[in-house]
């Protein structure tokens, strides 16, 4: 019995397809933190300068971590992607 070399249909060869990984925006991944439960947090404004004229008070509750937004957080996870 005589078999031709014949190349297989398109449909039948198996294609991998990479993508490329994205890219993580470094800014964001400074200012934000990823909790155990997913949530983010991130650091109070104000707190940066001008710290003499600011009460010991105010500068306390400045030090305080806040969790972001649920609309905001859409956006940091998609800047954040693998940490």
């Known amino acids: 019995m005589y ?8 449909s039948d060869c198996i294609t991998t397809i990479i993508m490329n990984k994205l890219k993580t925006r470094k800014s964001a991944k400074k200012r934000f ?11 109070r ?6 710290l ?4 010991s008070k105010r500068k306390r509750s400045l030090s305080q971590r806040l969790l972001v937004f649920k ?3 859409l ?8 940490n």
């Not at 078999?3 to 398109?10: A, D, F, G, R, S």
């Open 33 to 43: 933190r990823k909790t155990g439960t997913g949530q983010f947090v991130r650091r």
């Open 52 to 55: 003499e004229k600011k009460s």
């Open 3 to 10: 078999i031709e070399n014949v190349k297989p249909k398109q």
């Open 71 to 73: 609309g905001d957080a």
């Open 45 to 50: 404004a104000c707190k940066g300068h001008l």
């Open 75 to 82: 956006a940091i996870k998609s800047m954040v992607l693998y």
